[in-house]
């Protein structure tokens, strides 16, 4: 007899909006808390130094910003211990859009690069491509 997987344990699908509550903290449209659990700016200002030497170089990097978000629960009151994380590179709200992409509230274009689920944990990976000068 084939075992039949939990419903809880089911993926859903994506949030179709997240808003922010506190910096790092962002609110689905059920209620459910999504914390900022990483952010990783690519490539790091010592490695842009290096992509970007000069105008002439035809050298170039990645340049794009990743945020991974776990759905868990967040007391109200409760503190981040990664408060140094850069949350004004985020935008206050993103709406989930087709193609797998969230628009932010600053017009800008975040690909959702993983969405799955470990044991409870429901994660979000996002990224935005960055332009040089940004």
């Known amino acids: 007899m084939a075992s039949v997987a939990s419903p809880s344990l089911l993926l859903r699908a994506p949030p179709h909006r997240l808003c922010v509550q506190r910096p790092g903290i962002y609110r689905d449209e059920e209620g459910r808390s999504w914390v900022t659990v990483a952010l990783c700016i690519s490539p790091s200002q010592r490695a842009q130094a290096r992509c970007f030497p000069t105008a002439s170089t ?77």
């Not at 994380?85 to 969230?102: E, I």
């Open 58 to 134: 035809s050298l170039q990097c990645e340049h794009s910003i990743r945020v991974h978000l776990w759905q868990i629960p967040v007391h109200p009151q409760g503190t981040l211990f990664f408060n140094q994380l850069p949350f004004s590179q985020l935008p206050l709200t993103w709406q989930l859009c087709p193609g797998k992409k969230y628009q932010g509230s600053d017009s800008r274009t975040w690909r959702i690069v993983d969405h799955d689920q470990i044991g409870a944990t429901e994660q979000l990976t996002l990224m935005r491509q960055l332009y040089h000068g940004e």
